[in-house]
């Protein structure tokens, strides 16, 4: 073998050795890289199981819907920063593993659904903390706590429209009753509910002493009905502050109901009095009537006929005288005798003098009594034709409206009738 070609063949070894030398240490870097890329996925899984128990830690129950009792912002803030701190350290991680060959950065690479797993939980954990603070806000104590709901709590008080629509906004979710894993979201909804209901019971009774009560004044519209059932309302009105808002004018209204009644009372006594009154005038006049009627009717007397017995008429004695124009006791013209003559008292038939028998021109007790005239009938001057009732008097039918006005009619009218005699009638018409 010549000089050349022992040294080619020195040569072609030491490249070798030298070759395996640098590779065998690269190898070993890699594996050192390779290592700690290990060591550092390790660190990684092991705080994602941290986070996910002090996760765990933050619900109620094992099917992870409600929070637990003791949550609180500091406790989800704590969390939030280990979430953010696993996303910087696989930021680091994944540089770290670029230089690795490609099958080793799919093997080694971070877990990325982790992170998003987890950055996921927390916010949902954060809108359901917001959520049920927000809801156990607008009650003067917890509504919702550890899936535990108090049907029977209070609003605060002075809550406004307002901020329950805030609340409302930000919190209500549509959701189906139905939908086995939307128990929290169900909860917080019927919070609202409550809330609203309460609220709007508040505003009704505010309207409703509005009608009875406003500026201050009573309104005509307050009667026992109105006020019974305003007062009702108040009674289911669950804020005490806001149910005691209403005793003052509620208290109002009462008293003038009562007064009203009592005014009431009087003058349907009033109107009683004035009724039998009416109706005693009424029979009064209607036997007044009765009475005229009957000595308006002719009665005819009948005289039985009496006999007439003459008696005789004694003259007395005139002595006779020797005269030629001697009177006589018999048949004398213008003298007293008993039998017919002209002019002269006879007890028997005679013309133009007094007589118990038949006679013309005087009087005679065989006669009928004359039928004196009927008094006139009392008559309506304006007759009235509607269709209103008789009271006897005004105050009467005055009273009777005013009664009518307050048991809520929207009016009356007098209308007085004068009639012939002087009298007058009144008829009163409702509206």
Same mark, same amino acid.
């Given at each position: ?123 949902? #954990?954060? +809108? =359901?903390?917001? @959520? %049920? ?11 919702? &706590?550890? *899936? ?45 509910? #409550?809330? +609203? =209901?309460?609220? @709007? %019971? ?11 009560? &406003?500026? *201050? ?47 009431? +009372? =009087?003058?349907? @006594? ?162």
């Amino acid at each position: 073998m010549n000089k050349k070609v022992r040294w080619g063949i020195i040569g072609a070894t030491s490249l070798l050795v030298i070759s395996i030398g640098l590779f065998t240490v690269n190898e070993s870097n890699y594996s050192k890289k390779v290592e700690a890329i290990v060591s550092g996925q390790g660190e990684n899984s092991q705080l994602v199981k941290e986070i996910k128990k002090q996760m765990n830690t933050l619900y109620f129950g094992e099917d992870k819907q409600f929070l637990n009792v003791e949550i609180s912002q500091e406790k989800i803030d704590s969390l939030m920063e280990k979430v953010n701190k696993l996303s910087e350290v696989g930021q680091v991680f994944n540089k770290k593993i670029e230089h690795l060959r490609k099958t080793d950065q799919k093997k080694y690479q971070f877990n990325v659904n982790n992170l998003s797993f987890l950055q996921d939980e927390v916010k949902m #954990i954060q +809108q =359901k903390f917001n @959520a %049920q603070v927000a809801v156990n806000d607008l009650f003067q104590s917890s509504y919702l &706590k550890e *899936g535990t709901e108090n049907k029977e709590v209070v609003i605060i008080d002075d809550l406004s429209t307002e901020k329950l629509n805030e609340v409302k906004k930000a919190t209500l979710q549509k959701v189906d009753e139905k939908e086995a894993t939307k128990k929290f979201e169900l909860a917080i909804n019927y919070g609202i509910e #409550i809330a +609203q =209901k309460q609220l @709007a %019971q508040i505003d009704k009774v505010k309207k409703m002493m509005n009608d009875l009560y &406003k500026d *201050g004044i009573l309104t005509d519209k307050v009667t026992r009905e109105n006020y019974e059932s305003t007062k009702k309302e108040v009674e289911q009105i669950k804020n005490q502050k806001a149910k005691e808002s209403f005793t003052d004018v509620l208290k109002t209204i009462e008293v003038k109901v009562q007064e009203d009644e009592a005014y009431k +009372q =009087k003058l349907e @006594a009033e109107i009683q009095v004035e009724e039998a009154k009416r109706q005693a005038e009424t029979a009064e006049k209607q036997a007044l009537k009765q009475a005229q009627e009957v000595q308006s009717v002719p009665v005819t007397q009948s005289t039985e006929a009496q006999p007439i017995v003459e008696t005789p008429i004694v003259q007395p004695s005139i002595p006779a005288t020797n005269t030629t124009n001697d009177s006589s006791t018999t048949n004398n013209s213008g003298g007293n005798g008993s039998s017919n003559n002209t002019g002269d008292a006879s007890t028997g038939s005679n013309t133009g003098g007094s007589s118990s028998g038949g006679s013309i021109g005087g009087s005679s007790d065989g006669n009928t009594n004359p039928t004196p005239p009927a008094p006139e009938k009392p008559y309506a001057l304006n007759p009235y034709t509607g269709s209103g009732t008789y009271y006897a008097t005004y105050e009467a039918a005055a009273k009777a409206g005013e009664k009518h006005g307050i048991d809520g009619g929207s009016g009356y009218g007098v209308y007085t009738e004068y009639w012939s005699d002087g009298t007058e009638k009144y008829y009163l018409e409702l509206y």
